[in-house]
């Protein structure tokens, strides 16, 4: 199954002026008007590709983020135009602003290490003393990161965001104010279906004076989940919270030796393993959206999503 997993592409799209290849994503530009993400199957942690590529790991992230992205609309526009294949969105190609807007309603992961340490602001937000690990917030914190281009996302206040200029004082509001909607939104959305959305990340970018939610949302690449059914019982016993998120993966590596530290080599994956990260990839999906899983076909992947985006492209310019 794996040879058929996207590991990488190499398409001249018609129109194509560039492509930019990022961790996971290949996004190809058209005419400086269209972008065509294609979400590969390959798999990053601790901002390190993984050597293996996971089956089926691209149309899960896709077809998440083109439902949650459908069901907030309402709130904002976003950048989609067309979902021609399972692994692919067409959108419009906006100036991405650069930050990341990330939101934690519960102290988890990287806001937990930071707090473990002994550190009670982050990115300029007081976190209140006296919690424990995965412990709710009084209210969802706002925690912003840079958008490198290279390199590390690094921490950013809201203050170091508008005294460096990076986005104006009313885009900002606008990007809080929005940031906050659509987590309620897919807080209500994760809660019907028995699960907690922890925290995730929204991009945005502008066309003119127009902001669009860009990239994809609420999938496990982006955001952590909790199942609500024992939360509570599990945070009183001091148990660890059973979550469907990436999260595994970094603990398995964490396990065997490797942070992507200097130094560190990524340990073997076996297909075994691979395989697992599939299905967990999958039982999300399934969870998050309460629909059936329905595995596209990969005997000739490659070629199915050059002929299905050829199609659309013809189409749309």
Known sequence: MQSNAIKETNFTFPGQVSVYKGKVRDVYNINQELLVMVVSDRISAFDVVLPKAIPFKGQVLNQIASKFLKATEDILPNWVIDVPDPSVTIGRKCEPFKVEMVIRGYLSGH?????????????????????????????????????????????????????????????????????????????EIAADKGLILVDTKYEFGKVGNQIYLIDEIHTPDSSRYF???????????????????????????????????????????????????????????????????????????????????????????
């Open 111 to 187: 806001a937990w290490r930071e707090y473990r340490d002994g550190k009670r602001v982050l990115c300029g937000v007081t976190m209140p003393d006296g919690l424990k690990e995965n412990d709710k917030f009084p209210e969802p914190i706002i925690t912003p990161t840079t958008k490198a281009s290279v390199g590390h996302d690094e921490d950013i206040s809201r203050e170091d965001i508008l005294a460096k200029g990076i986005v104006s004082e009313e885009d900002y509001n606008k990007l809080e104010d929005y940031t906050r909607k659509i987590y309620q939104r897919g807080t």
């Open 227 to 317: 199942y609500k059914d024992g939360y509570e019982e599990r945070q009183n016993k001091g148990e660890k919270q059973r979550q469907l998120s990436k999260e595994f993966v970094r603990e398995w590596l964490i396990e065997n030796g490797f942070q992507g530290k200097d130094g560190q080599k990524v340990p073997e994956m076996t297909n075994d393993f691979v395989n697992q990260i599939s299905e967990r990839y999958i039982e999300l999906y399934e969870h998050i959206t309460g629909d059936k899983f329905v595995k596209s076909d990969v005997s000739d992947v490659l070629r199915r999503v050059e002929e299905n985006v050829n199609k659309a492209i013809t189409q749309l310019v």
